[in-house]
């Protein structure tokens, strides 16, 4: 049987490098032990302690780090797939819109420019206000939500400095978890949704409508995110009731197409002047007199922009959350980078403290 002899003397090792933690050694006195010995320290050894924290430890935070990576960068793909969408929703109530508006502008053009005696075109003393408020049903979107709460929170000071009333109408779980909590005066709630609908809009511009008719509100305001690229979007309020015949007769529209360019998302904008007003032969009778038209289309122009406003809120949301996981994404490639080069020096200096192991107890042996 051979022999063969590996001493280690920690005392000499902890000289050469005082900074790093040692294990102690066994002496061994055949191969075979020697080889099953290796085994089973490989199996039960600790790490070594580099810095601020263990090689292992390191190992397994650029582990945690990098699948939170796939995790942002797949939520900002659903992002972007759900942009689509929402942009293809857009699209495709555009020819409603448009042919809502050109015969709005045809039948004002036919009263040559009469004063139309409408309840929602009608401006009156201002009491009370409506705020409808929409936020985002789930956060992870950076600044969206904290933008439009605090422009709501702005404008009820402002109506409440003035001495006229409000109510808050809350389109979204994050605003009305925000309000409820700080007892302000809420009339409705509902959920946003990824995906507004026609029924839904026209659930909320109904009772709208009805608070507006029955004069329990003397204004109605809409307070909702302006979408202007994937970056930036900007918290605007714009008033719904009571309307005005030539702002709704001139009113121009923008429509975002979400591409992608050289592997990257961008956005194409593209602006839609106003509808044509439709022309009515002077001879054509109308069985109903034209402003009796009018009374019936405004509500249908007002479901039109109620549903509009929630799915540019809803691209706002969604370009917003794109932006937020593509940092997120970016800050994980980063530190995973980072931690990488700690792993790699941990692990250099673990390797540099073997070798001078072995170098003191070659030394050792030759005294």
């Known amino acids: 049987m051979k022999f063969s002899l590996a001493v280690a003397f920690l005392a000499t090792a902890s000289a050469f490098s005082p900074a790093f933690h040692t294990q102690p050694r066994v002496v061994l006195t055949t191969t075979e032990q020697v080889e099953n010995s290796d085994v089973q320290s490989h199996r039960t050894r600790r790490s070594t302690i580099v810095m601020d924290g263990k090689s292992n430890a390191i190992r397994d935070r650029i582990k945690s780090v990098d699948n939170t990576r796939k995790i942002t960068m797949a939520m900002k793909l659903v992002a972007a797939a759900k942009v689509r969408r929402a942009q ?10 448009e042919t809502l508006q050109s015969v709005f502008g045809g039948l004002i053009n036919r009263l040559g420019g009469e004063s139309v005696d409408l309840p929602l075109l009608t401006k009156r003393e201002v009491k009370k206000v409506t705020l409808v408020v929409i936020t985002g049903d789930r956060g992870l979107c950076g600044g969206y939500n904290a933008q439009m709460i605090k422009k709501a929170e702005a404008r009820v000071k402002e109506l409440t400095a003035q001495g006229i009333d409000y109510e808050l109408v809350l389109i979204g779980n994050k605003g ?47 307070l909702y995110t302006k979408f202007i690229n994937l970056i930036t979007s900007a918290p605007s309020v714009r008033t719904l009731v009571p309307l005005s015949a030539t702002d709704i007769a001139v009113e121009e529209d923008e429509i975002f197409q979400l591409t992608s360019e050289s592997g990257e998302f961008s956005v194409e904008k593209t602006s839609k002047a106003a509808a044509e007003p439709q022309e009515f032969p002077n001879d054509m009778i109308f069985e109903q007199d034209p402003t009796q038209i009018l009374n019936a289309i405004l509500p249908l122009y007002i479901n039109g922009q109620m549903l509009r406003t929630m799915q540019e809120s809803v691209a706002s949301e969604l370009a917003a959350r794109m932006s937020a996981m593509q940092s997120a994404s970016d800050n994980a490639k980063e530190l995973s980078k ?11 200096a673990a390797v540099t403290q073997e070798i001078l192991e072995i170098c003191a107890g070659a030394a050792a042996v030759q005294d």
Do not use: H, W
């Not at 293809?88 to 819109?97: E, G, H, I, K, N």
């Not at 302000?184 to 608070?211: D, V």
């Open 176 to 222: 009305i978890t925000y309000f409820q909590r700080r007892n302000y005066n809420i009339a409705q709630t509902m959920p946003t949704g990824q995906n507004p609908t026609a029924k839904q809009a026209n659930e909320i511009s109904e009772k709208l409508l009805a608070t507006y008719l029955s004069g329990e509100s003397d204004t109605i305001e809409l």
């Open 338 to 348: 980072n931690l990488n080069q700690v792993y790699n020096r941990a692990r250099q």
């Open 88 to 97: 293809d929703s857009v699209l495709a109530t555009r020819p409603f819109s």
